[in-house]
């Protein structure tokens, strides 16, 4: 879907991107990145809306510094920011940038229709858009962005400003666009834990150059920890210490972390049956059992150390 | 005892996510589709209503003389209009520039405003095309504003049985003074509208800039006819929009200007009008392309 190779761009006084090269195949792919890291200068190139200071990007196998509106026709783009005129209606505006992309007049109607209705959009979508919600506008938005049944959905921090509630709806849709609509999708976020259960690919840049890039099931499975927490007993007044013990001998390492708590490197399944086997044997209760993931700062800290 | 009957026609279908495999007609077509969406725009179409109110309120207000005139020279028997169609559109000038002041930041101001020029150019167009789409629309809502009136005074001369030859030639004559006032004022107003995404800075800032030169340029003339050099009037009307349209339609279409002392522009300062005007609508085009280099996503 998408290819860099060396990408830099330099303005005069940063350089957003430093010899970026990666390889983005078919699905849902992560861009993960604090503010500043890149990540909205990469889909500018990506869009050939500039040109790059040096190396080349491919999307959909076209060049993106020579054939930017051929990529433009067959890619879709959310923007971050509020991008809708208060007065029009959803179906006005979305059938008008259907045309922009070049449906002819019917077609531009019913696949507004119809994408309204994909993205959840009802009888609202009459109403002119300045009363609509955040999270009402956020589906206008990608409407637009799907509205010309695109190959790929660029779509940049697409759950920035929802409440809890409504960056679930998004991410879920978001997973859909690509399982059910079948359109692979490039989407940014500065937060790592929310794109892991929506994404198969994650791509995380820093400062302009790449940190890292593997698919989402490598990533937990390298970073997977389980953290537990034991009752203690009258035969092992320090619980914790007893499991941990019993846990070496059972070849699997574990560390003591905050308090109680013990954090548990996870290198297959068969550690979570042993885990749970090693505490019923000493007799002490379970009190928590959870999935550690890492975040995206110990990403960033692996990368510098 | 019946069994309610199965409705199984009733049923709604989920026909799920269906692909568009028709035609994409690109760039060119979506300039045009900006182009008729913006014109639209221009008179407050597919807008609430609200939004229609002001520009076919001035419209009224500008048809409305010509109206008048039909019914005046019909009634009376007189086979002259009041006004020519040459000066026509400058002799309604303040409702021009209102009607312009209104529409040139509804076309450019708001999607500065509300942020949608990231939308467009993630799409086939380029600058250049969003700049002719947009000057084109403007362009053509002010020549329909100003070029219909004539129009219903044209058919209605011809109803009331003025002379055809004569109204004819005056028609044609006042539609070309009519396209050259459209493509200069609405270069203007859209050069000033583009740069604010206030849409009532931009309507103040459009009826300052194409009638205050204006008012400079007229005292200036008075001052020449006192000094008696009536030579420089016409020069001095290179300085306002409205006094080159004045020039040109005085000096090639058969007009007659508003200058005072009523004097008539030379051929060397009708060529020099046209020239200005030339110039100042590719100034504005080469400054409203600048304008938007810088603006993306």
């Known amino acids: 879907m998408i290819q860099t190779r060396g ?39 990506l869009l050939g809306l500039a040109p790059a200071t040096e190396g080349s990007a491919a999307v959909l196998g076209l060049d993106a510094a020579r054939e930017g509106d051929a990529i433009r026709a067959r890619v879709g783009y959310m923007p971050e920011h509020d991008c809708l005129p208060a007065d029009v209606s959803a179906t006005e505006f979305v059938v008008h940038m259907a045309r922009m992309s070049g449906l002819p007049v019917t077609a531009a109607r019913e696949r507004t229709a119809d994408t309204l209705r994909h993205v959840g959009l009802r009888e609202e979508r009459y109403r002119p858009m300045g009363g609509y919600s955040t999270g009402m506008k956020q589906r206008v938005k990608l409407a637009q962005a799907l509205v010309h049944d695109p190959s790929l959905v660029l779509l940049d921090e ?32 500065h937060l790592l834990g929310e794109l892991e259960r929506t994404c198969d690919h994650i791509v995380v840049i820093d400062g302009g150059r790449l940190l890292r890039s593997q698919s989402t099931a490598s990533f937990t499975e390298v970073t997977a920890a389980l953290a537990i927490e034991v009752t203690d007993s009258d035969a092992h007044p ?51 059992m959870e999935q550690r993931r890492h975040r995206i700062a110990e990403v960033f800290e692996e990368a510098q150390s | 005892m019946t069994i309610p009957r199965q409705t199984a026609d009733a049923r709604i279908h989920d026909i799920g996510y269906r692909r568009y495999e028709g035609a994409r007609l690109g760039a060119r077509y979506a300039r045009y589709s900006l182009f008729v969406h913006s014109l639209r725009g221009a008179f407050g179409l597919g807008r609430p209503a609200r939004s229609k109110v002001l520009p076919w309120g001035l419209f009224a207000v500008m048809a409305l003389p010509a109206v008048i005139m039909v ?31 209104m529409a040139a930041p509804q076309l450019v101001s708001l999607d500065l405003r509300y942020k949608t020029m990231p939308l467009y150019f993630s799409r086939p167009i380029t600058r250049a095309d969003y700049v002719t789409a947009k000057f084109a629309a403007l362009v053509g809502a002010l020549f329909l504003f100003t070029g219909l009136p004539l129009t219903i005074s044209y058919v209605g001369g011809l109803l009331a049985e003025l002379g055809f030859a004569d109204q004819t030639t005056g028609y044609l004559q006042g539609l070309v003074a009519t396209a050259v006032l459209s493509v200069l004022y609405a270069g203007i107003a859209l050069l000033v509208a583009s740069f604010t995404p206030r849409r009532g800075f931009g309507v103040a800032a459009v009826i300052a800039v194409l009638t205050i030169p204006g008012f400079a340029v007229y005292p200036l003339q008075a001052l020449m006819e006192t000094q008696d050099s009536e ?25 007659t200007t508003g200058f005072p002392a009523g004097v008539q522009p030379t051929t060397l300062q009708g060529i020099a009008s046209l020239l200005a005007v030339a110039g100042l609508v590719a100034l504005c085009l080469a400054l409203l392309l600048r304008r938007y280099r810088k603006a993306g996503i």
């Open chain 2, 231 to 255: 030579g420089a009037i016409g020069w001095f009307g290179l300085f306002s929009p409205a006094s080159l349209v004045d020039g040109i339609q005085a000096a090639f279409l058969g007009g």
């Open chain 1, 158 to 189: 697409p759950t920035n400003g929802l409440d809890p509630a409504g960056r679930d709806e998004m991410l879920s849709l978001i997973r859909r666009v690509h399982a059910d609509f079948g359109i692979s999708v490039l989407v940014t976020s």
């Open chain 1, 7 to 45: 990408l830099t761009k330099r303005y005069p006084r940063v350089t957003a991107l430093d010899g970026l090269t990666v390889d983005i195949g078919p699905g849902v792919t992560g861009l993960i990145g604090s503010n500043g890291a890149g990540k909205s200068t990469l889909i500018k190139l």
């Open chain 2, 71 to 101: 019914a005046v020279a019909s009634t009376t028997g007189t086979d002259e209009l009041l006004i020519d169609h040459t000066r026509y559109a400058l002799s309604m000038e303040p409702i021009v520039v209102l009607f312009l002041a």
């Open chain 1, 238 to 288: 320090r619980g914790s210490d007893a499991v941990r013990a019993a846990l070496a001998a059972a070849g699997v390492t574990a560390a003591p972390t905050v308090g109680q708590l013990l954090e548990i490197e996870v290198t297959g399944a068969e550690v979570y049956d042993i885990v749970r086997d090693t505490v019923a044997d000493l007799g002490l209760g379970l009190v928590r």
